[in-house]
């Protein structure tokens, strides 16, 4: 018989907070940056998604940490310098609405669940270099946030113009499609609309064709599945973007489409319901359609079976062969794809064919069995190929189509109508225009007010005392942008700043991103 033995009862209050205390005043954590003979070591940069404090953690992100955790400790006993920071992306409306919610002001609840969510962290004994640890509603860190901005203003990266949006008519401001749910608002329920409004976007497209060269052998091996998903979001074609005139509206509007061969099988046009153009449609019936279907999400609008849509009472002229086609407002066609626009081609087109059979339109073959082209004028008869061709040489010919390369990916709408988040550095003035801030200037601090609410129009435009100020270029009286910047853009370059986060000259030091980049593993 083995004699008993009695196991001593684990007190994680007594046990866990001793160590704590020991690795605490060790400084175990801590992962000073290496010398610049260090390049060649052995290092490891984790990092996981700075956490939203609009309240305490919950069990996912306990999950998430905790993977990072045991990546960290598993390098750190290899005798690898290992980076593991920590931050808050406390700008924005996930931790405004936490303050609406609650009725206070979005610094007091912001800096009381930081100091809550830290408390917990440490309680947890994750091995975090808080020495590291960076806000996005600090000055010192939303500093640069502003200062990047401008290095894209200046290249023409970051511009402002008018576009559909989500609009939420209860909170009073946009909402990122990431915050519509089913048609509704995440925070509050509300159906969102569509609205064509002012934006400031950056110019993301312009790096779309670079984007899809992620599995260059410099970029490492990226899994099929995340190579498909990128190439979907990006969503190159090659095709022709045709233009259909619409005499009621004065306007020639544009079509792309990647089978111009099927251009004599077109009956009818359909425009999104977010297109630019649709407001200039004075009619009760296309607006009530376009409210109530606009915001929601594309992916649903489009695979959805019962095809809905609206006659305008307008009609587009086919540049080919002059017919008249209704022009209807319908769901299923997207803003994200193409023009916005479409030539309805029935017999060709699965989705185009649910729709005129719903609204009893012609359909019309024009390619046969053989890939032969008929019913199409003086193409008849050709190989489908050569006819898609010499009908973009006959409209290019014209002025009314030209070949073209479309994207699914947008620009990306960053400008809020909301108090709590950065300051967008830009004055207008009646002489100037729009004007960048210096960088001298920088930064453009956030004002304290006492009524941060939604109310329509960005609460900053009330605050006449930080509004208006003297033109940078000119002297006159201007007035600052009122919008703030989307938390997205908060946390869009924070992993950078962790590597260096008390520099006061820049937002980083290249030499240490060239070091710690690309991130080893993103949890």
């Known amino acids: 018989m083995y004699p008993e033995t009695v196991m001593e009862r684990y007190d994680p209050h007594t046990i866990e907070s001793k160590w704590q205390q020991v690795w605490e005043a060790e400084r175990v954590f801590e992962t000073p940056n290496p010398p610049p003979e260090a390049a060649d070591e052995p290092h490891w940069y984790q990092l996981e998604m700075l956490p939203y404090p609009s309240g305490t953690l919950h069990m996912g992100h306990v999950l998430n940490y905790t993977m990072g955790d045991v990546a960290t400790h598993f390098r750190r006993r290899k005798g690898w310098r290992v980076l593991r920071p920590m931050g808050f992306d406390s700008f924005g ?77 209860n909170d009073q401001t946009v ?7 089913d048609g509704r608002c995440d925070r509050c329920g509300t159906v969102v609309e569509a609205r064509m409004m002012e934006q400031w976007f950056f110019k993301i497209t312009a790096y779309a064709d670079e984007l899809l060269h992620y599995d260059l052998p410099e970029w490492g091996e990226w899994p099929e599945r995340t190579k498909t998903i990128q190439r979907n979001w990006i969503g190159r074609s090659e095709g022709a973007e045709i233009l259909f005139r619409i005499d009621e509206l004065d306007a020639d509007v544009p079509v792309f489409t990647t089978r111009p061969d099927t251009l004599f099988g077109a009956t009818f046009f359909v425009l999104a319901p977010d297109h630019p153009l649709v407001e200039r449609i004075a009619d009760d019936a296309v607006r009530e359609y376009t409210k109530r279907t606009a915001a929601r999400k594309g992916e ?3 695979t959805e079976e019962a095809k809905t849509g609206v006659f305008t009472g307008h009609h587009a002229t086919n540049p080919v062969n002059g017919e008249q086609l209704p ?10 794809y193409g023009t916005g626009a479409i030539m309805a081609v029935p017999a060709h087109d699965e989705r185009d064919r649910e729709f005129a059979e719903a609204f009893d339109l012609p359909i019309r073959e024009v390619i046969d069995e053989d890939g032969v082209l008929v019913n199409s004028g003086e193409f008849s008869g050709l190989p489908a190929e050569e006819g898609l061709r010499r009908i973009v040489e006959r ?129």
């Not at 909402?175 to 749910?181: C, G, S």
């Not at 007010?449 to 006159?476: H, I, M």
């Open 93 to 169: 409306l996930p931790a405004e609405n936490a303050a609406i919610n609650e009725g206070g002001h979005p610094r007091e609840i912001t800096e009381r669940n930081i100091a809550a969510i830290r408390v917990q962290m440490r309680r947890l004994g994750w091995a975090i270099d808080w020495t590291r640890e960076v806000s996005a509603h600090e000055v010192d860190y939303y500093r640069w946030t502003q200062w990047l901005f401008l290095k894209f203003f200046e290249r023409g990266l970051a511009y402002r113009a008018a576009a559909p949006v989500n609009w939420c008519p």
């Open 175 to 181: 909402v990122a499609n990431e915050y519509v749910i």
């Open 300 to 302: 649903a609008r489009a």
């Open 327 to 336: 022009v209807y407002v319908a769901d299923y066609v997207l803003m994200e």
């Open 395 to 523: 409209l290019a010919e014209q002025g009314k189509g030209r070949p073209s390369v479309s994207y699914r990916l947008r620009d990306w709408s960053f400008s809020r109508q909301r108090y709590w988040g950065c300051p967008i550095p830009i004055v207008y003035c009646d002489d100037c225009g729009v004007v960048a801030v210096p960088e001298s200037d920088l930064p453009v601090v956030l004002p304290e007010v006492s009524d941060y609410r939604p109310k329509g129009v960005a609460p900053l435009a009330s605050n006449e005392e930080w509004l208006y100020v003297p033109c940078p270029t000119c002297g006159k009286q201007a007035r600052r942008e009122a919008d703030t910047m989307d938390t997205f853009v908060d946390s869009s370059w924070y992993f950078l700043r962790y590597v260096d986060p008390r520099n006061d000259q820049a937002p980083f030091d290249r030499r240490l991103v060239d070091y710690w980049c690309p991130v080893s593993q993103y949890i």
